[in-house]
C-alpha cells in the first residue's frame, strides 16, 4: 500500500492548536507529570502508553474527578484480561454528568428535537431535578446498587434522565430502541433480568407513528424479574394497568443522591450485533467510563462548556451512551428522535444548523447517501457553528472525506473514528491539533497502546494488519454478562494473541502515525494469499451512481477453492447489464486491482444489515457455506429478515 506524501486535506491553524484543550493539558501535564512539553501529539501519545499510570492519573487531575475515597494505585495487575484500575477508589457516574448544574442552572442541558426539527431545551437544573426525583423513587422501589434497570426508548431526554437516576442509586442501565422487535429485546434483555422497564406506548419515524404497546405487554410478560413498568406517554395514551406514570416519579424537587460505588462497580450493559448466538452483554465501569470519555470527549473531541454535541444514533447503539457522556463536559447535548432522512436526505445537516451544532457526529452511511442524492450542505444550510463533523460505523471512503471538505467546509476538521461497542469508545480517531489526511484515522487515542500486527504478534508499519492494543485501557469490559469464568470474554478478544486485545478489524497503521480502517478481519477477503478488506471494494463499487449498495463475500470451498460473489442492490431504474458488469469489473481492477475482481456479480433484492445499521458478511458467508438459516444467524439482530431468504436459496443451488 502507497503512504508516500500526500498532501493533508486540512490543517489547523496555530490558533487553532494553541487554543485546543489538548494543548493545554499537555503543557499542565509537562509541568505537573513529566509529559514531554515539545514534540505535539505524537510525543504525547508515546508518552500515555509508555506511562500508563501517570497518563490516567493525570487525566482523572485534569478534569478533577472527585474520588469519595482515594485509590491505592493507579492500576493493580496489568493482565489483559483482569487488569484492575483504581482499586479502594468510590465515585459516581451521574454526579459527573451533572456537576455542571452549580454554575449553569438556566442554561440548555439537552436540545431534544424530533422530526419537525425544532429544538426544545431542557435546562441544568431542571435535569437534575429530574434526576434526583426519579433516583429517589427507583430507591423507594427498592431498586439497589448492582440491580438492572432496562429502557425500551427512544433517544428522548427521559431515557437520559432513567440513565443517569439508575447510575446516582448504583443500579446498572441497559437500553434497546423501540424500533427492535420483542424477540430482539428479550434476547438482550432476559440474559441481565431487571428489575424495572422503562418503556414508550410508541414513536414516530418517517412521518407515521409505531404503536408499540403489543410488544410492550410481551416485554411484561416475558421478563419475570421485573417489579416495576414505567409508562411514558409519547403518542398520547393512558397509563396500562400495573404500571407507572413517567410523570408521577419525576415530578419531586429532591437533591440527587449519588450512590458512591467502586471504581470497578458496574455502569451498564451494552450488547454486541449478536449476528450469530445471543448478543454479548458487554458490562462497563462507572468509573472506567468516566475516564475515557473525559479523555475521548474532553481532549479529543475537544468539546467543553461552550459547545453543543450532536450525533445520529439509537439508544440501541454505544454512540448513545457516548453522546450522553458530552455532558461529563459542560457541554449541551443535542437528542435527535427521528429518522436520519426524514423529509428529506438533507435532515441531519437541518438539525446541526438549528441546534447550533459544534460537533456533528454521524454514520459514513448517511454521508456517501447525501453525496450520491446531491445534498448541499453549506449551500442549503448555516453551518458555521460546526467546527467538526464526525463518522463511524464503517470506514468514511474517500470520496466521503472530499465531499465533506467540498460541500461543508474547505476549513472543515473531518474526523473518523473508529471503536467499538467493546470499550464504548474510539481506539483511532479524532485529534484536533494534527492534520487530516483523505481516507484516514488522525491517530490512535491517548492511552490507547492501539498496533497493527502480523499472525505471529510482529508489528507493522505501512502494512495491513490486525488491529491490537496491548495495554489496558479503562472501558475495556469489566465482564460480559453470565461469562462465570471468563471464558467467552477470553474468546472474544484474547485467543489471537494471548494477553493482547485483537479487535478483529484489518488497519494499516502509517508511517506518519495516522490510521487506515480496511474492515472487519473475520469477514476478511483472502485471494491467492492476498488479504484484503471489504471496504475498500464498497468505497471504489458504491461510487458507481447504478449501485446503491454492495456486499461482497469470500468463501473458502470444500474442494480448497474460493469463490468471491459481489452481491449488488441497484439503484431505481439501473439495470445489471452486460455494460455495467464491465463497467463494475473494469472499476475494481483499475482502481484496486484485478485480485480484487470477484468471481461473480449477483443482483440481490437488498443487503441485510443489523439493527444498527452495519453490513452482515460474517452470517451471508455461513449461509453460502451451507450452514441452516436458524444457525448462521441470530433473526432478531437483522433488519429485514427477508432477504436473508436470497441467499439461502443460492447455496441450496450451488449444493
Not at 450493559?269 to 475516564?291: E, H, N
Request: with cysteine.
Amino acid at each position: 500500500m502507497s503512504t508516500a506524501n500526500p498532501q493533508p486535506l486540512w490543517q489547523p491553524d496555530p490558533e487553532r492548536i494553541a487554543k485546543a484543550r489538548i494543548t493545554r493539558f499537555q503543557a499542565w501535564a509537562a509541568e505537573h507529570h513529566g509529559a514531554p512539553a515539545e514534540g505535539g501529539y505524537p510525543a504525547l501519545h508515546r508518552w500515555s502508553v509508555d506511562q500508563l499510570d501517570t497518563f490516567w492519573k493525570a487525566v482523572t487531575e485534569w478534569f478533577d474527578v472527585r474520588f469519595s475515597t482515594p485509590y491505592a494505585r493507579v492500576l493493580d495487575d496489568r493482565a489483559m484480561p483482569g487488569a484492575r484500575w483504581f482499586p479502594g477508589a468510590t465515585l459516581n457516574y451521574a454526579e459527573h454528568a451533572l456537576r455542571a448544574a452549580a454554575d449553569r442552572a438556566g442554561e440548555p442541558a439537552l436540545l431534544c428535537v424530533d422530526e419537525t426539527h425544532e429544538p426544545r431545551p431542557v435546562t441544568w437544573s431542571e435535569l437534575r431535578r429530574q434526576v434526583g426525583s426519579l433516583a429517589a423513587e427507583l430507591r423507594a422501589l427498592g431498586v439497589r446498587p448492582g440491580d438492572r434497570v432496562s429502557g425500551y426508548l427512544p433517544n428522548i431526554p427521559q431515557a437520559v434522565v432513567a440513565l443517569l437516576a439508575t447510575a446516582a442509586v448504583g443500579a446498572v442501565w441497559t437500553s434497546c430502541a423501540p424500533d427492535f422487535g420483542a424477540r430482539s429485546v428479550l434476547d438482550r434483555f432476559q440474559q441481565v433480568e431487571p428489575v424495572v422497564l422503562f418503556t414508550v406506548d410508541g414513536y414516530r419515524y418517517g412521518g407515521k407513528e409505531h404503536d408499540r404497546r403489543e410488544i410492550v405487554a410481551e416485554l411484561r410478560r416475558e421478563l419475570p424479574t421485573l417489579r416495576a413498568v414505567v409508562h411514558i406517554p409519547l403518542l398520547g395514551t393512558d397509563t396500562p394497568e400495573g404500571a407507572l406514570d413517567w410523570s408521577a416519579l419525576t415530578a419531586g424537587d429532591t437533591e440527587p443522591v449519588y450512590e458512591q460505588v467502586p471504581f470497578d462497580h458496574p455502569l451498564w450493559v451494552l450488547y454486541s450485533s449478536g449476528t450469530t448466538g445471543l448478543p454479548k452483554a458487554i458490562v462497563q465501569s462507572q468509573g472506567g467510563i468516566l475516564v475515557e470519555h473525559l479523555k475521548q470527549l474532553g481532549l479529543h473531541c475537544d468539546l467543553g462548556p461552550e459547545d453543543r454535541f450532536f450525533w445520529y444514533t439509537s439508544t440501541g447503539w454505544m454512540m448513545w451512551n457516548f453522546l450522553v457522556s458530552g455532558l461529563l463536559t459542560g457541554t449541551t447535548i443535542v437528542l435527535y428522535d427521528g429518522s436520519p432522512g426524514h423529509p428529506d436526505t438533507g435532515a441531519q445537516w437541518r438539525i446541526a444548523e438549528r441546534t447550533g451544532a459544534t460537533l456533528y457526529g454521524t454514520s459514513a452511511a448517511y454521508v456517501m447517501a447525501c453525496r450520491k442524492a446531491g445534498v448541499h450542505p453549506a449551500r442549503d444550510y448555516d453551518l458555521s457553528r460546526v467546527e467538526c463533523v464526525a463518522t463511524t460505523g464503517s470506514p468514511l471512503p474517500p470520496d466521503g472525506f472530499r465531499w465533506l471538505h467540498d460541500e461543508v467546509r474547505d476549513d472543515l476538521w473531518i474526523a473518523s473514528v473508529s471503536g467499538g461497542t467493546d470499550v464504548c469508545s474510539c481506539f483511532a480517531g479524532a485529534v484536533p491539533t494534527l492534520p487530516v489526511y483523505t481516507g484516514e484515522l488522525q491517530a490512535p487515542g491517548l492511552g490507547t497502546d492501539l498496533r497493527s500486527w502480523d499472525p505471529s504478534g510482529r508489528p507493522l508499519v505501512d502494512e495491513v494488519g490486525e488491529l491490537v492494543v496491548t495495554q489496558p485501557m479503562p472501558s475495556m469490559p469489566i465482564h460480559f454478562w453470565n461469562d462465570p469464568d471468563g471464558s467467552r470474554y477470553h474468546h472474544s478478544y484474547f485467543d489471537t494473541y494471548p494477553g493482547v486485545w485483537r479487535h478483529g478489524d484489518w488497519i494499516t497503521v502509517t508511517s506518519r502515525g495516522s490510521v487506515i480502517i480496511h474492515g472487519r478481519s473475520d469477514s476478511t477477503l483472502n485471494r491467492q494469499g492476498v488479504r484484503m478488506g471489504s471496504a475498500d471494494i464498497y468505497e471504489v463499487v458504491e461510487r458507481l451512481p447504478e449501485i446503491r449498495e454492495s456486499l461482497v463475500i469470500g468463501v473458502e470451498q470444500p474442494d480448497g477453492g474460493y469463490w468471491m460473489p459481489l452481491f449488488v442492490h441497484l439503484a431505481p431504474g439501473a439495470v445489471l447489464d452486460e455494460t455495467l458488469l464491465n463497467r463494475v469489473k473494469r472499476t475494481i481492477r483499475e482502481q484496486l486491482s484485478p485480485r480484487h475482481v470477484p468471481d461473480e456479480i449477483i443482483e440481490v433484492p437488498g443487503i441485510p444489515h443489523t439493527l444498527t445499521g452495519k453490513r452482515i458478511e460474517v452470517p451471508v458467508k455461513r449461509l453460502l457455506q451451507g450452514t441452516p438459516l436458524e444457525k448462521a444467524v441470530n433473526p432478531g439482530s437483522i433488519d429485514n429478515l427477508a432477504l436473508l431468504a436470497f441467499y439461502e436459496e443460492l447455496a441450496r443451488k450451488r449444493g
